[in-house]
């Protein structure tokens, strides 16, 4: 089975900082990787998809990159409601195995 | 408004059962493709399982292979998780998901772009 790691698990950041969150995965699984964005309390909302595709309504400071075995997600201006949990997820395969997570605090 | 809607969570003891429901509204039910992912309390989201269009593919994550069963009835737009011999580890929040894909260059390129809002599951005697 195909396993996602993500680093950092957590991280602090002012509003305005550009913040990078990396997945690798422990086989190459070409452009299937997908990002989503937790709140507390609150379901997970799909980012982008197929590793740069920016979903629709997304705000563009939002990106991603990467192919094969390491991308990451940018956020070019952190937001006061990007402070959330960020999760990678592949669909290479069947099962859809996710990150475990990077949480995006307030410095 | 698109919409899914999870039902049927509840406390059971462990060994026990339980049928999660997701009804969903506002989309063609029978032309996509449906997942369940579950988060236990304060950790990360798990991928538990897929189905096809008209159930007849399915895949289960190897924690629960075996135990779980999901199944659809495309006539009532419902999604169902068949969750059997629970354990103490089986308690989270289970999330139904769309899944929408794109092809490109002969790849399927799938994602979930449509969750509810859970049902909470809880194991224990």
């Known amino acids: 089975d195909i396993q996602m790691t993500q680093s950092p698990s957590s991280l602090s950041a002012s509003i305005g900082d550009r913040v990078t969150i990396t997945c690798r995965a422990s086989q190459s699984i070409s452009s299937y990787l997908n990002w989503y964005q937790q709140n507390p309390g609150k379901a997970p909302k799909l980012l982008i998809y197929?590793?740069?595709s920016l979903h629709s309504g997304v705000p563009s400071r939002f990106s991603g990159s990467g192919s094969g075995t390491d991308f990451t997600l940018t956020i070019s201006s952190l937001q006061p409601e990007d402070f959330a949990t960020y999760y990678c997820?592949?669909?290479?395969?069947?099962?859809?195995?996710f990150g475990q997570g990077t949480k995006v605090e307030i410095k | 408004e698109v919409e899914l809607v999870e039902s049927g969570g509840g406390l059971v003891q462990p060994g026990g059962s339980l049928r999660l429901s997701c009804a969903a509204s506002?989309?063609?039910?029978?032309?996509?493709?449906m997942h369940w992912v579950r988060q236990a309390p304060g950790k990360g989201l798990e991928w538990v399982s897929r189905v096809n269009i008209d159930g007849s593919r399915t895949t289960y994550a190897d924690s629960v292979k075996g135990r779980f069963n999901i199944l659809r009835d495309n006539a009532k737009n419902t999604l169902y998780l068949q969750t059997n011999s629970l354990r103490a580890e089986d308690t989270a929040l289970y999330y139904c998901?769309?899944?929408?894909?794109?092809?490109?260059?002969?790849?399927?390129?799938?994602?979930?772009?449509?969750w509810g809002q859970g049902t909470t599951v809880t194991v224990s005697s």
């Open positions: 506002g989309f063609t039910f029978s032309s996509y493709w």
């Open positions: 197929a590793a740069s």
């Open positions: 997820q592949q669909s290479y395969s069947s099962l859809g195995a």
């Open positions: 998901a769309r899944e929408t894909g794109i092809i490109v260059a002969g790849g399927h390129y799938y994602h979930m772009d449509v």
